[in-house]
């Protein structure tokens, strides 16, 4: 099966469709990913597939509500700190990527765009803090109303607030643990382990090398070791030295059809812009 990144987005457009689209007061999502190892059995473009399919599920949702939308190419030259010491791992400079992400918020905005959101699902935090770079310096010079999409249980971990211009924070209601006391595991699933070997499994199962997956011992880490793992680096290839933190062989013991994380993340990301937009339905 063939993926293609650009589907959908306007790359596969016109000009004169993309010009029709911003007429009619099109916003646009911004697929943010990287091109990063995701341990023996995935592709390293994981993040950038990932994204790119929340985006059009977002899309989706908001055609449903009459809201037009377009998706812009993905923007994948992102910086891997944690796993730079790993082939495959490609990294930009902090400012390489602030200037690119502005220059797509300029050419945005000379367009005639009036509200962009960022949708970006790689974790580490000092591309966090490019993207903040380049989003503060796009609503400063620019006046244009760029936003970070993000989960308020992230925006909690990061210690955001939800009155911050910068990030647009949507709501994710989760049932309540059977045990309360065990609602964190001791040992974490944080990168290329049971739940995202899953997801890639259910929607880009031609991207996942599974009898490789079913050979992956649990690496058996705690937050403890996540801390260390966040140094990064030769330092993070020596905790995770084949490049996954987790529990890749049980992927097929998550049950993915009932907690997906690219149908909650659309979800509720689309309702999240629509309340923003002040949108009501027609009746």
């Not at 049971?194 to 997956?213: D, H, Q, R, W």
Request: aromatic share 10%.
């Amino acid at each position: 099966m063939v993926h293609s990144i650009f589907a959908g987005t306007m790359a596969d457009m016109t000009w004169t469709d993309v010009q029709k689209s911003i007429e009619n007061e099109a916003i646009v999502l911004l697929p943010s990913g990287v091109i990063e190892q995701q341990g023996p059995h995935l592709v390293t473009g994981m993040d950038v597939y990932s994204s790119h399919l929340i985006c059009n599920k977002i899309k989706a949702e908001l055609d449903n509500s009459g809201i037009e939308s377009l998706i812009a190419p993905p923007f994948y030259w992102g910086i891997n700190h944690v796993t730079s010491a790993f082939p495959g791992s490609f990294t930009s400079r902090r400012e390489t990527v602030k200037n690119v992400l502005y220059d797509i918020f300029d050419c945005l905005h000379r367009w005639g765009v009036k509200h962009v959101f960022l949708v970006d699902i790689h974790g580490d935090p000092v591309n966090g803090l490019a993207l903040h770079d380049a989003i503060s310096e796009a609503r400063s010079k620019l006046r244009l109303d760029v936003r970070s999409v993000i989960s308020h249980w992230i925006a909690e971990d990061l210690e955001i607030n939800k009155q911050n211009d910068h990030f647009l924070i949507f709501d994710v209601p989760l049932p309540d643990p059977p045990h309360p006391e065990q609602s964190f595991p001791e040992f974490l699933d944080i990168h290329a382990g049971e739940s995202g070997t899953a997801g890639m499994v259910k929607y880009f199962p031609g991207l996942v090398n599974t009898n490789i997956a079913q050979t992956l011992a649990p690496t058996n880490l705690t937050r403890d070791d996540l801390k260390k793992w966040h140094i990064g680096g030769e330092t993070a290839k020596k905790i995770t030295p084949l490049g996954y933190f987790g529990a890749p062989a049980e992927y097929s013991k998550v049950k993915y059809d009932e907690i997906d994380f690219y149908e909650g993340f659309s979800r509720f990301a689309s309702i999240a812009i629509k309340k923003y937009l002040n949108y009501s339905p027609k009746t």
